[in-house]
């Protein structure tokens, strides 16, 4: 028997799911792997996307780790550069970059180079993030058309409430931007809407947590758009016990048995990321059973009610979220008991984690 907490991670479905947002998108993607992909492995998923026209990542050293294993592909730093290094290792690389306040203008006009880059030019159309507001923005797009480092400029802008149902908020901020497209290129969606199908402009919609499988739109699941799971989380059976009626279970002892009941040991925690929060009342699948989780979930291990369950033996094993043969079980399921976000819950995973490819 091991503990067996491990992290599948199913290739062709990543492929699949490449394919519906490309199918669904008006033209290009940048598809978003920043924080290693969204917990999934940046290298292996890099890899696996032959046809990328482009990846999008939040850190310099993001985009070099891609470079090692794709020194072809196209990269774009979402944040752009934060000081000259960055800027010089940016030019070096051939990395295209987000430019969204005067200093990194500044920076640009003090560079010492022969290169050219791609400038993707954001606009604050109402997040409050990062950006230029409209009378900032006609002025960087002035000094940018007469600059000799620069070789496209891509206008864009982020999207602050396309998850949500019930907004106006798209609209709003989608009406601005479009009001300042001056450009053939333009880059506004993200995997809410292009799911949602809002008010596509785009020459480029940046997609990431649809990439992997997974619905960012509130109250949905990833199969109600024929997404996959890309990730399914899984762990084993360390310990079965019975336990009596009216004694408590785990730290604090505030669960209390109500009636005689059987639980098994399973060998997760929030060691391994799994959210403290989901003490008592969520479920994970045993053998295509729900089974609630009883008592706190400790740093290694969580118990979980098998009374129900028939034949639990010791190695079994249990799905945390994602699917497996013979169940499936939403991270966005998971995600809402716990009071969070399916981002938070994959980007929570710990390095003691196993992680197997399979294709
Ligand atoms: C600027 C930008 N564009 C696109 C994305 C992709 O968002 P999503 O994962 O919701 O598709 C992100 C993600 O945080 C982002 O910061």
């Not at 925690?269 to 059973?289: E, M, T």
Request: aromatic share 6%.
């Amino acid at each position: 028997m091991s503990r067996g907490t491990k992290a599948i991670i199913n290739i062709n479905n990543l492929k699949h799911n490449f394919k519906v947002l490309s199918d669904l998108a008006p033209a290009k993607l940048v598809l978003v792997v920043k924080a290693d992909a969204y917990g999934h492995g940046l290298k292996h998923i890099v890899s696996a996307l032959d046809d990328a026209d482009c990846f999008g990542v939040a850190t310099i050293d993001e985009a070099l780790t891609i470079k090692q294993v794709r020194s072809d592909a196209r990269i774009l730093l979402l944040e752009g550069f934060l000081n000259n290094d960055e800027l010089k290792t940016a030019f070096d690389n051939d990395f295209d970059c987000v430019i969204h306040q005067d200093q990194q203008l500044d920076m640009l006009d003090n560079i010492s180079t022969a290169k050219k880059m791609n400038i993707w030019l954001k606009y604050d159309s109402g997040m409050n993030r990062l950006g230029f507001t409209d009378r900032q923005y006609q002025a960087a797009i002035s000094r940018l058309d007469k600059h000799d480092r620069v070789k496209e400029i891509i206008l864009m802008s982020h999207l602050a409430c396309a998850d949500l149902k019930q907004n106006n908020f798209t609209a709003i901020q989608t009406e601005r931007f479009l009001k300042l497209k001056t450009r053939q290129q333009v880059s506004l969606s993200n995997s809410s809407a292009l799911l949602n199908k809002d008010h596509l402009t785009d020459e480029w919609c940046r997609v990431g947590l649809a990439l992997f499988g997974v619905s960012p739109i509130a109250g949905t699941c990833a199969a109600d758009y024929n997404l996959k799971a890309v990730m399914a989380l899984k762990t084993n059976v360390i310990a079965i016990k019975q336990v009596d009626a009216g004694q408590g279970i785990g730290y604090s002892q505030k669960y209390k048995a109500q009636t005689d009941m059987k639980i098994a040991i399973i060998g997760i925690g929030y060691g391994d990321g799994f959210p403290w929060s989901l003490s008592q009342g969520a479920f994970v699948k045993l053998k295509n059973h729900k089974a609630t989780i009883v008592g706190r979930v400790s740093m290694d291990m969580i118990a979980i009610d098998i009374t129900a369950i028939e034949n639990v033996e010791l190695g079994d094993s249990v799905l945390i979220w994602g699917e497996d043969e013979d169940s499936q079980l939403p991270l966005e399921t998971l995600a809402s008991h716990a009071n969070t976000i399916p981002y938070v819950l994959l980007c929570q995973i710990t390095s003691r984690v196993h992680y197997q490819y399979d294709n």
